[in-house]
């Protein structure tokens, strides 16, 4: 089954703060991280602010 699963991610936070950049790296790390142990890649990811 190797090929067929892929991350795609995004999401919105609501606030523009330096504070909110630190947790967007680590969120958009975390789920590469939970990619890699269910061998399924993070293609890409998006993060839309207000």
């Not at 795609?8 to 142990?37: P, R």
Request: glycine fraction near 6%; aromatic fraction near 10%; charged fraction near 25%.
């Amino acid at each position: 089954m190797e090929g067929y699963g892929r991350i795609k991610f995004c999401y919105m936070h609501w606030l523009n703060s330096n504070k909110k950049e630190f947790n967007d790296k680590l969120l958009t790390q975390k789920v590469k991280e939970a990619g890699q142990i269910l061998d399924l890649p993070l293609l890409d990811h998006i993060i839309v602010t207000q």
